[in-house]
């Protein structure tokens, strides 16, 4: 099959800015719980609570995410990942208001790794606020596919993380956490929450720790230390997966520039787990 016939392909969903799952992602991140009011600018990537993916029971594949071949391609590797995003804001969301996604297979890539075949698959995404034909925000969504490990992978070498930052902050990511986390964004990927399938399946430690919701802690971060700045430009790449078992730190260092923010995620040894750039203004 060639995958990349699925270049091209588009889909369009429409949805609502509503307080209630502002509200729920707010309590998940231990922030105020109250329901904002009409206008409420929605905040740097808590977009993903809206155009939540509505499949049917019946079309839910072994490892909880939808069974491919419709939107995205039918890569035939078993395991898939979000390995990283790319964002511009226009302007904010706000909530009240009546957006629109309209989302684009961008690329297709086959490779080979040290562990084998991969896959990546790039997902534009432009929502639309209110009928207006300005693009609010663009997302590059990059996902990878990759076979199932065995003992026989060779593992690439871990790289450290930077050691010290100007901000920092700990989390421990309990299973309860990563429930709501999946439960507010529709995720049924079985990674997050069903600690016999990640262990004896997919053969991880224990619960990964969404990449997304590391993401919305690295700009909560940011958003705590410098409540008034605008996110303009954001992009987070993940290095390695952070799992339930263990605690992990939200770093951050502002730039000389004043305008650049360097974020990342350093796991309990030490590592680095995830990296990201914020631009503001």
Sequence with gaps: MNLTEWIGRTEE????????????????????????????????????????????????????????GSFLPPVPLPRRMWAGSQFTFAHPLQVGDSI??????????????????????KVKHEIRCNNEPEIALTEFHDIVYREATSPDDSVTPPKLAPPTATWERKWIPGDVLLFRYSALTFNG???????????????????????????????????????????TLYEFRAVRPLFDINHFHICGEP???????????????????????AVIR
Excluded: C, N
């Excluded at 996604?101 to 075949?117: F, H, L, N």
């Excluded at 997919?202 to 996110?231: D, F, K, N, S």
């Design 13 to 68: 969903v429409a949805d609502s800015v509503t307080a209630t799952p502002y509200a729920a992602l707010a309590a998940t991140l231990d922030l105020s719980v109250e329901r904002p009011k009409v206008g409420t600018p929605l905040p740097a990537l808590w977009h993903w609570l809206y155009f939540l993916p509505l499949y049917r029971q019946s079309d839910i594949g072994p490892d909880g995410h939808a069974r491919r």
């Design 255 to 277: 730039q000389p520039d004043g305008k650049t923010i360097h974020l990342w995620a350093r796991d309990h040894e030490g590592f680095l787990a995830m990296s990201a750039t």
């Design 189 to 231: 990927h079985r990674i997050h929450y069903d600690r016999r399938y990640v262990t004896e399946t997919e053969g991880y430690p224990g619960l990964i720790v969404h990449g997304p919701l590391i993401a919305t802690l690295l700009l909560e971060l940011l958003r705590q230390q410098m409540p008034h700045a605008e996110i």
């Design 100 to 121: 629109v996604r309209t989302s684009t297979i961008a690329d297709v890539t086959e490779k080979s790794g040290r562990s084998g075949p991969l896959v990546f698959v």
